[in-house]
């Protein structure tokens, strides 16, 4: 049974964590930081930003980031790259849930706008500094609902028949589709770095701060019997994240019923999340949605 005691030292390395002011990023920062990684928070707000770096216990830094704005993605990686040579850690963890129908900076569809889209362009950007690690990880968070969703013939800027639930179902099935499709692409280029996901179960932060008055009381008064902490919710995460075991195309997510809560064990994804050709649409929807270009396996990496 894998538990935090059983990650590594990371004295040296560096990662960058989305979405680390709160919930399972917080406490994914808080424990990386512990294990001696240098954590950079990304963040929207950074006075939240700020007081999230004075929680860690060990070194961090504050990355203005906001993934609703593509402008801010591309503005936050060239800030990165005045700092850093190389990332060994990123962790696509950000995300919206159940949103009203509106639009990112950029015209998406704002549940895959910023769950998918806005990560698809964050690790593009800095995939040559992932590569240039010894044994460089992406980790992208998604979730149970994956399994309930479809991204045939996406999108990504329609509101037409708009659903939230349907739109975050969508953006978690293709945070599976991404991290599949990317790590055989580095497989092909052959980079040593890997693309791994992992999904919390069901973990009790503020992601649904914005449901209905109803779902929150319900949540508040019986969830505790199917759920987990946020500290417990980022231990899937952390062993994709650290475990010099993982392999690259795993999925890691609670072993106990129904993957909502226990220690994280590899988990067999949504058949779905492995078809070859709804990864291949996806990809090149991002691509042209995004404007970002990974390279290809005739390409140098360097």
Request: aromatic letters at 6%.
């Amino acid at each position: 049974m894998w538990q935090l005691s059983d990650a590594p030292r990371l004295d040296g390395r560096i990662a960058l964590v989305t979405g680390a002011t709160a919930g399972i990023g917080l406490e994914t920062a808080k424990a990386l930081s512990a294990r001696g990684a240098h954590v950079v928070l990304g963040a929207r707000d950074q006075a939240r930003g700020a007081d999230a770096v004075a929680q860690l216990p060990g070194d961090g830094s504050v990355l203005a980031l906001d993934l609703a704005d593509l402008g801010s993605v591309r503005s936050a990686c060239a800030a990165l790259r005045e700092r850093l040579d190389r990332l060994d850690i990123l962790i696509n963890n950000a995300g919206l849930w159940w949103q009203p129908a509106r639009h990112t900076a950029d015209g998406f569809e704002s549940q895959m706008g910023v769950n998918h889209l806005g990560h698809f362009a964050l690790t593009g950007l800095l995939l040559d500094l992932i590569m240039r690690s010894p044994a460089g990880r992406v980790v992208t968070v998604s979730s149970k609902a994956a399994g309930a969703g479809s991204v045939m013939n996406l999108d990504p800027k329609s509101l037409d028949r708009y659903r939230p639930a349907k739109a975050y179902n969508a953006s978690k099935l293709a945070n599976l589709l991404f991290a599949f499709e990317l790590n055989d692409r580095l497989a092909a280029i052959g980079s040593p770095a890997i693309s791994l996901a992992a999904h919390p179960g069901g973990a009790r932060t503020d992601l649904f701060r914005d449901a209905s008055p109803g779902f929150r009381i319900a949540n508040a008064t019986i969830g505790w019997l199917f759920t987990q902490s946020a500290r417990e919710g980022a231990l899937s995460v952390l062993r994709a994240a650290t475990d010099p075991h993982a392999r690259g195309g795993e999925y890691y997510g609670p072993g106990g019923p129904g993957q909502f809560r226990g220690a994280p064990t590899v988990q067999r994804a949504p058949r779905r999340a492995y078809d070859s050709a709804q990864r291949r649409q996806l990809w090149t929807i991002s691509q042209e949605a995004t404007g970002i270009s990974y390279p290809r396996p005739a390409e140098t990496l360097h």
